[in-house]
């Protein structure tokens, strides 16, 4: 009889025992789930200045911006300095940058893999776009056209009707030609590479993207030209992962010295023939 008597004292035990054991889990597991959400939510310039680099998402398929020289393997342009301005202002040295190559299609979801830490490639600031990512200042004011061959009967939008125009897969510019041109056959591709030899091949009659784009498609291939003029507003940003204030402050700090020390207006003149307006 004394021994059936001591079970339910044996049960309450063992029952506190794994009550115990569960709660003392539990707190391990928070605690670990605690630091790896410091981790996600550490700042993006400390990460850059605990790796020793900054990773730009950047293009490599616009000239005058960001374009790979198939020879040298170099990548330059207007974002690329932009790219490396910011590693000299955090990291001090303007080489302590990687480039990693981005299309339109591509850069958000790198962006927020965190693949990269900015995105520097031609990104039109949009309400759309501001929903996933955060942009800095716009450092850039472009507008779409249309390129087409010199002898081409196209003018501008009224004359894209069963027009096939060619656009980049991601862009604003793909959106932006369905809209204003509805009886057009748009044809998307994944880089501006793709789409300006799918042109050069006949397989379009036209290629829509922004003009300064465009115009470094003209700077390689002269019996192309821009039509039309501009018929939209293409204010570029570089794009940030959503809630990191202090990086935006960081590259607007950026934007605005080099703006006032005249930086700004070397490189503009350097890559687009120019200072700005």
Same mark, same amino acid.
């Given at each position: 009889?004394? !021994?059936?008597?001591?079970?339910?004292?044996?049960?309450? @035990?063992?029952?506190?025992?794994?009550?115990?054991? /569960?709660?003392?889990?539990?707190?391990? $597991?928070? %605690?670990?789930? &605690?630091?790896?959400?410091?981790?996600?939510?550490?700042?993006?310039?400390?990460?850059?200045? *605990?790796?020793?680099?900054?990773?730009?998402?950047?293009?490599?398929?616009?000239?005058?911006?960001?374009?790979?020289?198939?020879?040298?393997?170099?990548?330059?342009?207007?974002?690329?300095?932009?790219?490396?301005?910011?590693?000299?202002?955090?990291?001090?040295?303007?080489? !302590?940058?990687?480039?990693?190559?981005?299309?339109?299609?591509?850069?958000?979801? #790198?962006?927020?893999? /965190?693949?990269?830490?900015?995105?520097?490639?031609?990104?039109?600031?949009?309400? *759309?776009?501001?929903?996933?990512?955060?942009?800095?200042? @716009?450092?850039?004011?472009? &507008?779409?056209?249309?390129? @087409? !061959?010199?002898?081409?009967?196209?003018?501008?939008?009224?004359?894209?009707?069963?027009?096939?125009?060619?656009?980049?897969?991601?862009?604003?510019?793909?959106?932006?030609?369905?809209?204003?041109?509805?009886?057009?056959? @748009?044809? +998307?591709?994944?880089?501006?590479?793709?789409?300006?030899?799918?042109?050069?091949?006949?397989?379009?009659?036209?290629?829509?993207?922004?003009?300064?784009?465009?115009?470094? #498609?003209?700077?390689?291939? $002269? %019996?192309?030209?821009?039509?039309?003029? $501009?018929?939209?507003?293409?204010?570029?940003?570089?794009?940030?992962?959503? &809630?990191?204030?202090?990086?935006?402050? +960081?590259? $607007?700090?950026?934007?605005?010295? #080099?703006?006032?020390? /005249?930086?700004?207006?070397?490189?503009?003149?350097?890559?687009?023939?120019?200072?700005?307006?």
């Amino acid at each position: 009889m004394k !021994k059936l008597l001591m079970w339910p004292s044996f049960i309450l @035990v063992l029952i506190l025992s794994l009550v115990l054991s /569960g709660c003392s889990t539990g707190e391990e $597991n928070s %605690s670990s789930s &605690g630091s790896g959400g410091d981790a996600v939510a550490k700042g993006t310039i400390e990460q850059i200045k *605990e790796r020793g680099k900054l990773i730009a998402g950047v293009k490599y398929d616009t000239k005058l911006f960001g374009l790979k020289d198939p020879a040298s393997g170099n990548v330059e342009g207007f974002d690329i300095d932009i790219a490396k301005a910011l590693a000299k202002q955090i990291l001090g040295d303007e080489t !302590k940058v990687e480039l990693k190559e981005v299309t339109s299609k591509t850069r958000i979801p #790198m962006l927020q893999n /965190g693949d990269i830490d900015i995105i520097i490639a031609t990104m039109t600031i949009t309400d *759309e776009r501001k929903e996933q990512v955060d942009f800095s200042d @716009v450092y850039f004011e472009a &507008g779409q056209s249309l390129l @087409v !061959k010199n002898d081409s009967p196209i003018t501008g939008l009224e004359s894209l009707s069963g027009v096939k125009v060619l656009a980049v897969k991601g862009s604003t510019s793909a959106q932006n030609i369905r809209e204003k041109a509805p009886d057009a056959e @748009v044809l +998307e591709f994944d880089n501006y590479q793709d789409a300006f030899t799918a042109l050069k091949a006949g397989k379009g009659e036209a290629l829509t993207t922004d003009n300064i784009i465009l115009i470094g #498609m003209q700077q390689t291939d $002269n %019996s192309f030209q821009l039509v039309g003029g $501009n018929f939209t507003s293409e204010p570029y940003g570089m794009a940030i992962r959503k &809630g990191d204030t202090a990086f935006v402050e +960081e590259v $607007n700090k950026l934007l605005k010295s #080099m703006k006032d020390s /005249g930086e700004y207006d070397t490189l503009h003149e350097k890559w687009l023939g120019s200072k700005p307006e």
